[in-house]
């Protein structure tokens, strides 16, 4: 499974989606965007979200992630879960293998943040799933924050554009 799901930056309300967002981490710029899990298998495999953009000449770097999920009724059994790949990280200062993923449901209003790097996936939309909606995205600190780890996940490199700057 790759990352699979549908993103867009244009969207009804995304001005007002984008000004909330923005708001939780005033002084750091924002970048939004909408996402859909609508067929099964949907998901995304497991990366951590470096990546550097520039602003006004300047590189950027990803310092925190989040999700906000917006679909109401969603069950575990519907699949999509958030999975933190990284737990007894914050606890133990580094990565332990026997340490199990922590599954979060994708709750309708709920939101999941974390400082990038973390690596994190997605698990897949099962069949008969209705449409897993949220709003991602980043806030961005100037400067390089880490290495990138150049085809390790699919997800290090430079920003492609697509989520929005606020």
Given at each position: ?166
């Amino acid at each position: 499974m790759a990352h699979a799901f549908k993103s867009a930056t244009a969207f009804p309300n995304a001005a007002a989606a984008r000004n909330l967002l923005a708001r939780l981490l005033p002084a750091r710029r924002a970048l939004v965007s909408a996402a859909s899990y609508c067929e099964p298998g949907h998901g995304i495999q497991p990366h951590d979200d470096k990546a550097f953009r520039a602003v006004a000449g300047l590189r950027h770097s990803r310092a925190v992630a989040c999700v906000l999920h917006l679909s109401q009724g969603w069950r575990a059994e519907h699949g999509g879960l958030f999975l933190d790949l990284q737990q007894g990280a914050d606890a133990g200062g580094g990565n332990n293998p026997d340490d199990p993923a922590r599954a979060v449901v994708p709750a309708f209003n709920t939101l999941v943040a974390f400082k990038v790097p973390r690596m994190h996936a997605v698990t897949p939309v099962a069949p008969g799933a209705p449409p897993r909606l949220s709003l991602f995205g980043w806030w961005l600190q100037p400067g390089e924050l880490y290495d990138l780890d150049v085809d390790r996940s699919g997800s290090g490199g430079d920003e492609e554009g697509r989520s929005f700057e606020t």
